[in-house]
Every structure is written in C-alpha cells, then in structure tokens.
C-alpha cells in the first residue's frame, strides 16, 4: 500500500524495492534489540550491521545489493493471495494491491503505533518520497521489528484469514489450511512423532495426507539430485576439468547416486498422480550415463553438457562448490529456528512455517525460541 500511495505522488518506484527496503528497515531496527545469535526472524545481518539511521535514506535501501538477495517477501507471493489479503489477479509480487481484508488488517497491526504523530503506513510513505529522514524512534522499531508480537487484535484477524482463506480459492484449499493448522497446534509438547503411515485425526482427507506424503517424497528425491550435482561440481573442481559420461563413477558420487536411486524409486511407490515429479523419477532410477545426462541438462547454469561430457557451465563457482556439497547454506546466520518435534521424514516446509506462525498468532513465540527467558519474565 506504500508503494501503491507513493506511485500516486509520482514516485517511480516498484512494490518490491518498497517491500525490501522496508524489510531491511526493520531488521535493522531489531538489531539494536540484541538478539541471540542465530535468530531466525532477523535476515541480513551481516550486511546490516554498522549501519547507521543516516545509511537508511530510501535511495540507499532499496539499491539492489543494500539487503539480502533472498528477503522475507519472496515469500509472500502465494500466501497473500491465498489468504485475501490482496485482490485477485495478479500473480507477481509487482502486481499485487492491497484488498478490504489487506487493508483493516495493516491498520489494526499498526493501530497503537503513531511515530512521529502519523500512522506508520503514512509516516513511511513520507520517507519514500523523501520528505522525511526520521527513523530512529522506538515506536517506530515496535511497530516494523519482527521480534515484537502483533497485537491481540491483529493475531485475531490474521488467524480468520488464515481460516477462511480468500474467496476465490476453492473451498478445498481452505479446508486443508484449517486441517493442517490445528494439526500443527495439536502438537505441542510432549507430542508423539508422527510417522507417514498414520494419518492424524485432523487432516480429514485422505488425498489431502497422500499428497503431502508424496511432496516429502518428492523433496527427498529432489534434494538427493541436488546433493549429486554439488559432488559433482567437486569433482570437476575447475573450469578446466570435465567429467565423461559413461566413466565409471568416482568414489566420491557412488553414495550420493544411491541415495537418490533410492528416493526417487520411494517417491514412484507412492504412485503420485503428479506427472511431472513421476517423470523426472523416473529419469533417476534409469542407467547411471543417463541419470547424469538428464540432470546436468536440466541444470545447464552451473554444469552443462558439451557432448558426453560434463563441464562447467556461466554460473560454476569452483570455489563455493565444497561449501555446497557439505551442506553449508549461503547464509548461515538467515537459517530457520530448530524446529525438531517429530515431524514426518521430509515434510514440506510450509508446514514447518505453519507451525511458528501458529504460535505467533497465539502470542506464544518468543517463549517456544526461547524459554528460559519466558520463565525469567514471569518470575
């Protein structure tokens, strides 16, 4: 809706350098709250740190590069969609306008903030325009800080969208949302794990659990290709070695080869309607020369084919290649909290997601990350 009133004014600006520099506003803000090392709902700061109000002119953060490359936003493109609080219509990030829904629940969020006498909606638009330069204030930090809770008012609201969805979802989508959501607040302490072969009474649809066991099958044959390709670009080491097709595998990639036979031959089991993943299943379980092949030509970025052989492709990184295949993410200090309650093997992260947000909207958050202090507070 900023960037939306900021366009109005005759701001060229899109919603999406609106939204990151907002976002890298307000994670900036929640470092000056000292928070633990490895806290999941702050990104970027390593890049935010040293920063000062003075680096926070609109034109400075939303530069490309100012922020992470990966924001919180990206991940809002199918949920707000989902949940109403944009209108219908548009499928980019770019493209989306606020809705009733969007608009009641951002004045209800921002209800008990006035920094500097305005809104905070408006108080930011004036700083995208830049009219105004003013953002160090602790009521503006309240307000955008991811560390802070919703108000009572706002949780209420986002839990009946995320109840009753938007209205031209269909209405199965929304009953699945509203099973998995009390499946994840089912399980609160001392909870059982949860195998896939015992469907919970609170998903009431069969098919509902038989797709979201097959998408963690699907996820554990999809991370084991990615897994092989890493170990593969190891191998290959710079961009002046390449790797024949046909050869016999290196020591190094029989493990990783095997694990992905194996998943991907779990995921055809299941039998999954889903061409697409069925497909590229199958493409895993066929003859050693061809599984490379297929997956170093659906890659083609970081290696590419040139004949039968492999070799690097425009985006090889031989030196980040080792990080990769051991598992190191790009961003170590942005990973999601511990989250280990005994889930299904490889279920989907949005369940995972589902499940914080749960606990966010209960105001029950910061005590589940981090309890010691929560005992603390209430003495």
Same mark, same amino acid.
């Given at each position: 809706?900023?960037?939306?009133?900021?366009? $109005?004014? #005759?701001?060229? !600006?899109?919603?999406?350098?609106?939204?990151?520099?907002?976002?890298?506003?307000?994670?900036?803000?929640?470092?000056?709250?000292?928070?633990?090392?490895?806290?999941? %709902?702050? /990104?970027?700061?390593?890049?935010?740190?040293?920063?000062?109000?003075?680096?926070?002119?609109? /034109?400075?953060?939303?530069?490309?590069?100012?922020?992470?490359?990966?924001?919180?936003?990206?991940?809002?493109?199918?949920?707000?969609?989902?949940?109403?609080?944009?209108?219908?219509?548009?499928?980019?990030?770019?493209?989306?306008?606020?809705?009733?829904? #969007?608009?009641?629940?951002?004045?209800?969020? +921002?209800?008990?903030?006035?920094? +500097?006498?305005?809104?905070?909606? =408006?108080? $930011?638009?004036?700083?995208?325009?830049?009219? &105004? =330069?003013?953002?160090?204030?602790?009521?503006?930090?309240?307000? $955008?800080?991811?560390?802070?809770?919703?108000?009572?008012?706002?949780?209420?609201?986002?839990?009946?969208?995320?109840?009753?969805?938007?209205?031209?979802?269909?209405? #199965?989508?929304?009953?699945?949302?509203?099973?998995?959501?009390?499946?994840?607040?089912? %399980?609160?302490?001392?909870?059982?794990?949860?195998?896939?072969?015992?469907?919970?009474?609170?998903?009431?649809?069969?098919?509902?659990?038989?797709?979201?066991?097959?998408?963690?099958?699907?996820?554990?044959?999809?991370?084991?290709?990615?897994?092989?390709?890493?170990?593969?670009? &190891?191998?290959?080491?710079?961009?002046?070695?390449?790797?024949?097709?046909?050869?016999?595998?290196?020591?190094?990639?029989?493990?990783?080869?095997?694990?992905?036979? +194996?998943?991907?031959?779990?995921?055809?089991?299941?039998?999954?309607?889903?061409?697409?993943?069925?497909?590229?299943?199958?493409?895993?379980?066929?003859?050693?020369?061809?599984? $490379?092949?297929?997956?170093?030509?659906?890659?083609?970025?970081?290696?590419?084919? !040139?004949?039968?052989?492999?070799?690097?492709?425009?985006?090889?990184?031989?030196?980040?290649?080792?990080?990769?295949?051991?598992?190191?993410?790009?961003?170590?200090?942005?990973?999601?909290?511990? =989250?280990?309650? #005994?889930?299904?093997?490889?279920?989907?992260?949005?369940?995972?997601?589902?499940?914080?947000?749960?606990?966010?909207?209960?105001?029950?958050?910061?005590?589940?990350?981090?309890?010691?202090?929560?005992?603390?507070?209430?003495?």
């Amino acid at each position: 809706m900023v960037a939306e009133q900021a366009a $109005l004014r #005759g701001k060229s !600006v899109t919603q999406i350098e609106v939204a990151n520099a907002i976002e890298a506003l307000a994670c900036w803000m929640a470092l000056a709250e000292e928070p633990q090392a490895g806290e999941g %709902r702050i /990104r970027g700061t390593t890049k935010l740190a040293g920063l000062s109000a003075k680096d926070f002119i609109f /034109r400075n953060a939303s530069r490309p590069g100012f922020y992470v490359t990966q924001p919180m936003r990206m991940a809002t493109v199918n949920v707000l969609p989902a949940l109403g609080l944009v209108q219908p219509g548009g499928g980019r990030f770019n493209s989306f306008r606020c809705s009733e829904d #969007g608009l009641a629940f951002v004045e209800t969020a +921002f209800a008990e903030h006035r920094p +500097f006498r305005r809104s905070v909606p =408006d108080h $930011l638009l004036q700083w995208v325009l830049g009219q &105004v =330069d003013k953002i160090d204030s602790p009521v503006l930090r309240e307000a $955008l800080s991811p560390l802070q809770p919703l108000s009572e008012k706002a949780c209420t609201l986002l839990r009946e969208r995320l109840l009753q969805g938007s209205s031209a979802s269909p209405s #199965g989508e929304r009953q699945r949302r509203r099973d998995a959501l009390n499946w994840v607040q089912s %399980r609160r302490e001392n909870a059982p794990p949860c195998q896939w072969e015992q469907q919970p009474t609170q998903i009431s649809d069969p098919k509902h659990w038989s797709d979201m066991r097959a998408g963690a099958g699907f996820f554990a044959a999809r991370d084991a290709a990615q897994d092989l390709l890493n170990k593969l670009e &190891v191998h290959i080491g710079d961009r002046g070695n390449r790797f024949l097709i046909g050869s016999s595998l290196p020591q190094q990639l029989r493990e990783p080869f095997s694990d992905l036979q +194996f998943k991907a031959r779990a995921f055809l089991e299941l039998q999954h309607e889903d061409k697409e993943a069925t497909t590229f299943c199958r493409e895993l379980i066929s003859a050693d020369d061809n599984v $490379l092949r297929q997956l170093v030509a659906r890659d083609g970025r970081i290696l590419r084919l !040139v004949g039968d052989h492999v070799c690097a492709g425009q985006a090889f990184e031989a030196a980040d290649a080792e990080a990769s295949a051991s598992g190191a993410t790009y961003d170590q200090e942005d990973s999601a909290p511990a =989250d280990n309650f #005994g889930w299904p093997p490889d279920i989907s992260h949005r369940i995972r997601n589902l499940w914080w947000l749960s606990l966010d909207i209960e105001r029950n958050l910061n005590a589940w990350l981090h309890p010691i202090e929560a005992e603390v507070a209430h003495g």
